[in-house]
């Protein structure tokens, strides 16, 4: 699971934390009698016991950076294909983790910065940015025919879970009442993309995908527009909130009702029990979810490749995959790059 601290919340936290420990240790310092020989006289003590500003410290991380910076999973094993690798190479040492690689006017199409694919493919959590950016390179597969898909699908956004996630925490049963109310106060961006799914659309696709988070940990909801059932993909079911998801299935079922005109006989979730579980003490939620979407649009034609089931070398894949794509604002200088690396080598 990733644990999410706002940035701005940090020196706050910190002093309350530190102040009365700080506090304490100078009341026993002054009540205890200490060896004047080994011990500092207080006005030392006074000096050094400081409140640390971790807004304003620089965090000794320099050296982990570049013991890392040009290292992933995968990477001159053979295992992935050249090109992500030779892509992924490029985006380390250009050093792209400050840039934005990926942004769309559109709205609610998503933006990424290269410090959330280098906190990618170096075991960090994943972050929502990631998530709706490869949601939309597995649209674009189908959208743009550069990949063959059996089941073309409909990704949401992180943004709208979140959202509505606000609404129906504080609320106990969901009806179609409870429903539009929530429709009514969403931000403008998110009723659009709403408002623009329509009963055709539905028809034209086999699943929608739903990026679940809750207390930090990422899962997968699933409509299946076919079978007309929801479906739960969960890669640590011991942080599976079951009324939850039947609160958010509820309020699809209600909106698709209507605002689209897609009827759902009932909300029932099928948890997908044997889904690929993660290991204890790793990050690696948010993977799993975007490896149970992936699988699930691919199909059985065109399915994913046994070695990118591994979480850690998914990463890599994923990684690639984004860099790889038309979209992505580093793909022209990687080609340009890479003719050159082809020209020097013949």
């Known amino acids: 699971m990733a644990l999410a601290i ?28 200490l060896d004047k020989e080994t011990s500092p006289p207080i006005e030392l003590l006074e000096e050094t016991t400081k409140f640390i500003d971790v807004e ?45 690689i990926w942004e769309d006017a559109d709205t609610l199409k998503p933006s990424c910065n290269g410090d959330a694919i280098e906190q990618l493919l170096h075991d960090g959590p994943l972050r ?19 990949e063959s898909v059996d089941n073309p699908s409909i990704f949401l956004p992180c943004e709208i879970q979140a959202a509505v996630n606000r609404h129906l925490l504080c609320i106990g049963e969901v009806t179609a ?20 799914i329509e009963l055709c659309d539905l028809q034209n696709y086999r699943y929608l995908f739903i990026p679940m988070n809750m207390e930090w940990h990422w899962y997968l909801l699933v409509l299946d527009l076919k079978q007309q059932c929801f479906q739960c993909y969960n890669s640590m079911w ?51 979810l975007l490896m149970y979407a992936e699988e699930l649009t691919r199909g059985t034609s065109r399915p994913l490749l046994e070695q990118f089931k591994d979480p850690s070398l998914y990463r890599s894949w994923v990684a690639g995959n984004i860099l790889l794509n038309d979209h992505c604002s580093t793909n022209d200088s990687f080609w340009n790059w890479y003719e050159k690396i082809c020209r020097k080598r013949d």
Not at 11 to 27: H, W
């Open 56 to 100: 304003r410290v620089e965090t000794p991380k320099s050296k982990l950076k570049m013991a890392r910076k040009h290292t992933y999973y995968g990477k001159g094993e053979g295992v992935l294909p050249m090109y992500h690798e030779e892509a992924i190479d490029f985006f380390l040492q250009e050093n792209h983790m400050e840039h934005t």
């Open 238 to 288: 011991s942080f599976n909130d079951a009324n939850y998801n039947i609160k958010f299935a509820s309020f699809l079922r209600f909106w698709l009702s209507d605002r689209v005109g897609y009827h759902i006989p009932e909300t029932i979730i099928h948890e997908i029990r044997e889904c690929p579980q993660q290991m204890p003490d790793t990050l690696d939620c948010g993977v799993y």
């Open 177 to 196: 009442d409870v429903t539009k109310s929530i429709l009514q106060s969403l931000q403008p961006s998110i009723i659009k993309w709403l408002g623009d």
């Open 128 to 146: 929502s940015d990631v998530v709706n950016v490869y949601f939309r390179v597995m649209e674009l597969w189908h959208r743009e025919n550069t």
């Open 6 to 33: 706002k940035k701005e919340d940090l020196p706050t936290r910190s002093s309350k934390l530190l102040e009365p420990i700080t506090t304490a240790l100078m009341e026993l310092r002054k009540s205890i009698p």
